[in-house]
């Protein structure tokens, strides 16, 4: 990934104002994750910089910060547009629920549209915007806001002739806005080379934070980046961020950190014999589970049963699903007596269910974060993780899955991640190269014998506890999952029609003694 | 520095209002000129919209002069963000003239009363 237009020399300049160690004054965009990456917010009293190209989501961020800033501060804000009419943003904003129009009517928002129509404007000699600084201060005063977006500002070089008067009036409006002791967000549209068209992070030169929505493979992906902060420290990573009916949201995901705890709690995993061959008690809660194997093996049974297991015990569960509709998933399970439908309609299970190319992978992951923050599971499934082969190449992949565990496991949830295997490809490379990530790891795999094509499971690597070393056979019934041993007789291996017709003989007593069954679990 | 010259501001807007209560019957062109106080720009704008309507429209103009520091509350109806603005609300189209008018042959484009060549 190439950072384009992002060595700007604004960028080096800020480098050396961040240097300072004390922070300055903040104010809380109220944002989910952006005061994080802000180390706290925006610098208070002070004009900050939102760039960015066409339908990046400058407006909605905008917005948003004024929204917060009344519903959570109590700091009553006025939004200037110079595009948009007041009719038309609160139409804009009606699916975010922002309300818009009630804020307005109980005094604690404004919008102030400021239309400059250049056919109708001739100019001759010399003027200034005192109009405008008139219209801004008006509004300010008058509900005594202290939150101010200015969106965008650069609309006066389309409609105003004269360069000089417009750049040297712009300075004095930013300087006015910080001695009216106002935070403001004034937005920008990206040029050529520069964050802005007009250049105007010159002039706003405290805080610039850019927005980007790139695209690659056909999937938009959006990202924040605060490319300079005076006096602060910041993240000065590209974060992904989301606009969603609840609004913007960023996820300082790279922020986390290997410290979280290990607990030494078990929990089942829905199959009474897989427990058993993990010492008996399941895994460990709080740890990360990979179930792989090839198609039709049974992945997503082990994953629903663990799911149905944890709704039992009383445990909230979330089901990612990639490959079936709730419907569906719900259906299929019902046929190996796994009833997930009577969970869900209890609240206890949810299941989330996308295509991986609905997004980019940076975005499934924000989406399943966000699910995890409302929701708060104590268990998660994810079927299967392969699936974002479609998205993302093999090392994306691994960041995601390393950034995702990091946050389960810092929540301490119980998450089973199955994975598609296909026949040729190498273990590692199929798991997404995330063995290492991983706590326990169960391979179910398709064993032919005679006829027939049977399941066969066998725990790969289960860290911090005893495990079955054997290899058993897996079966779906009508009541779940069940594992029973694999026969081994002289003639080989046996499962399947021909486990079931030599135990029934051994029954009998036919089978003389000498043939050797398989190990005891 | 421009709110202390308030006092003289008052005398130029009554001084404004005066030919127009006098050609009250044929007022076919309404003129409104923005100014925020009483500095160069606004003092000059106002002579060089004068001396343009006695040369071109006498007897059928009125200027009414609003002072946004007095009455910011105004700068919202006519869109005003530069100042001085010149706002002809009458005859239709509206135009807006910014600046302190000294170009007269633009201000009459502005006015549409010379096409531009």
Not at chain 1, 338 to 344: A, D, I
Not at chain 1, 424 to 438: F, K
């Amino acid at each position: 990934m190439t950072k384009k237009n992002s060595k700007s020399q604004s960028q080096t300049r800020s480098q050396k104002q961040n240097s300072q160690p004390a922070d300055i004054p903040k104010v809380k965009t109220g944002i989910k994750g952006l005061d994080h990456i802000l180390h706290g917010g925006l610098p208070k009293g002070r004009p900050t910089m939102v760039c960015g190209s066409a339908g990046c989501g400058k407006t909605v961020l905008a917005m948003e910060f004024l929204v917060r800033g009344v519903r959570d501060h109590n700091e009553p804000g006025v939004f200037f547009s110079f595009e948009e009419s007041e009719a038309e943003l609160i139409l804009n904003f009606s699916p975010l629920n922002y309300n818009l129009p009630e804020l307005i009517k109980n005094n604690s928002l404004r919008i102030d549209c400021i239309r400059i129509e250049k056919s109708e404007i001739e100019e001759t000699g010399e003027y200034d915007l005192e109009g405008l600084f008139v219209r801004l201060e008006q509004a300010i005063d008058e509900i005594g806001a202290k939150r101010v977006v200015l969106d965008t500002i650069e609309a006066l070089f389309s409609g105003l002739k004269n360069q000089f008067v417009l750049r040297a009036e712009l300075r004095r409006l930013f300087h006015w806005l910080k001695a009216k002791g106002v935070t403001a967000i004034i937005t920008g549209e990206k040029g050529e080379g520069q964050f802005t068209r007009q250049g105007l992070e010159e002039y706003v030169s405290d805080c610039v934070i850019f927005l980007d929505n790139r695209v690659i493979n056909e999937i938009s992906t959006r990202r924040i980046r605060i490319v300079k902060y005076r006096g602060s420290m910041h993240a000065s990573d590209e974060y992904p961020f989301l606009i969603d009916n609840t609004g913007f949201s960023v996820i300082p995901i790279s922020a986390l950190t290997l410290d979280h705890k290990a607990s030494k709690e078990r929990v089942s995993s829905g199959v009474a014999d897989l427990d058993e061959m993990l010492d008996g008690q399941g895994y460990y809660k709080g740890s990360s589970i990979l179930i792989s194997g090839m198609a039709g093996s049974g992945k997503t049974s082990l994953g629903a049963s663990f799911a149905e297991a944890a709704c039992k015990r009383g445990e909230k569960t979330l089901y990612f699903c990639f490959e079936e509709s709730q419907d569906q998933l719900f259906r299929n399970m019902e046929s190996i007596g796994v009833h997930l439908s009577k969970w869900e309609k209890k609240g206890l299970l949810k299941v989330v269910a996308t295509r991986p190319s609905f997004y980019g992978i940076e975005m499934h992951l924000l989406q399943m974060y966000k699910e995890i923050e409302n929701f708060e599971p104590a268990c998660l499934v994810v079927d299967p993780i392969s699936n974002m082969n479609s998205v993302g190449n093999f090392n994306e992949i691994r960041a995601m899955m390393m950034r995702l565990i990091d946050i389960l496991k810092s929540r301490q949830i119980t998450s089973i991640f199955t994975s598609l295997k296909s026949a040729q490809s190498v273990m590692e490379e199929a798991d997404g190269g995330i063995s290492s990530l991983i706590d326990t790891w169960i391979s179910v795999r398709e064993v032919a014998n005679g006829n027939e094509q049977n399941r066969a499971l066998c725990i790969l690597k289960s860290r911090g506890m005893p495990h079955s070393n054997k290899i058993r056979e897996f079966i779906l019934t009508a009541k779940g999952v069940k594992l029973v041993d694999i026969y081994k007789t002289s003639s080989g291996v046996l499962t399947g029609a021909a486990r079931r017709a030599d135990t029934a003989a051994r029954a009998a007593g036919v089978i003389a003694s000498g043939l050797n069954k398989g190990g005891q679990p | 520095m421009k709110k202390t010259k308030v006092l003289k501001k008052a005398k130029t807007s009554r001084k404004a209002k005066t030919p127009r209560k006098a050609k009250t019957p044929k007022k076919l062109w309404e003129l409104r000129l923005y100014v925020a106080g009483q500095t160069e720009k606004s003092v000059l704008a106002l002579i060089n919209l004068k001396k343009i309507c006695e040369t071109h429209l006498q007897g059928v103009y009125s200027i009414e002069v609003i002072d946004l520091l007095r009455q910011p509350q105004l700068a919202k109806g006519d869109q005003i963000v530069a100042t001085p603005t010149l706002v002809k609300k009458l005859p239709v189209p509206v135009k807006r003239i910014i600046g302190d008018l000294s170009d007269t042959e633009r201000v009459l484009v502005g006015l549409n009363l010379k096409s531009l060549r």
